[in-house]
């Protein structure tokens, strides 16, 4: 961005040259709108420059990108207030941390998150800020399973969007070692419930609560040595960083 700004500078700058020079000419003593005439001769010069700095800039694409995504953005924060309620800022602040966690935009998170909020919150009776801690960890769940598998990050949300409608077609799509169908989602809950009880825990979740099957999903992919690829990556290796930083930019036009 520094250099493109500078080219703009260096446009600017000899459009300036000669100024005083023309409005020597342009001004005549005999003229009662010599002023007037003078003036808006060398506003338009000035704009005409300025328009062209700013397109050598790119600085014109830049805005359009940004007023584009900023209005996604707030599309976005309307359903994250209108789906999580009093726990949309801390929706927010998981959005705006996207980018390390999960190598997405805070508005990519946010689409996301919205796209199954009211079946997360249906699951869990209501409460909207457990919904938007499994939230969070389904998000990361999926970014991780991407970067691991190396499975579309758009299939693994399709997939998910299925099983809060009880589909459970598009399951294989993990690669987690089980199919897609009902049987093959009860078995992967099985399976971490397993888990759960071989900790101490109450092995009680089930198939009928999207929340348990995010839960059961997530516990399987931290037995796997799935869970936390993703800022891993984004701290330790270039593609990852890449990932983050293109993110982070996104995150940049939107603000």
């Known amino acids: 961005m520094a250099t493109e700004l500078a080219k703009a500078y260096v446009q ?100 996301q998150t919205t796209s199954f909020a009211a079946a997360l919150v249906s699951s869990l009776g209501g409460d909207t800020e457990a919904a938007a801690e499994a939230a969070n960890m389904a998000i990361i769940d999926m970014a991780d399973n991407s970067n691991k598998m190396g499975t579309s990050m758009e299939s693994i949300q399709n997939a998910y969007q299925g099983f809060a409608k009880g589909n459970y077609t598009m399951l294989d799509n993990l690669k987690l070692g089980f199919g897609g169908t009902r049987g093959e989602m009860e078995r992967l809950i099985e399976e971490a419930n397993k888990v759960k009880e071989a900790n101490g825990e109450m092995a009680d979740l089930s198939i009928d609560s999207f929340a348990d099957i995010t839960e059961a999903i997530h516990i399987i992919q931290t037995e796997m040595g799935i869970t936390g690829t993703t800022a891993a990556e984004a701290s330790a290796t270039i593609e990852g960083s890449m990932n983050a930083a293109k993110a982070a930019y996104d995150n940049f036009l939107n603000g």
């Open 12 to 111: 600017i700058v000899p459009s300036a040259e000669g100024i005083s020079g023309s409005i020597e000419n342009i001004i005549s003593p005999e003229a009662s709108s010599a002023g007037d005439k003078a003036g808006g001769l060398l506003g338009g010069n000035l704009v005409g420059a300025i328009k062209g700095a700013i397109a050598a800039a790119g600085i014109g694409t830049i805005l359009k990108e940004t007023l584009g995504q900023g209005a996604a953005l707030q599309q976005s924060i309307g359903g994250i207030e209108t789906l999580y309620k009093e726990s949309a800022d801390k929706m927010k602040q998981y959005a705006d941390e996207a980018y390390r966690t999960a190598g997405l935009s805070a508005n990519e998170y946010m689409e």
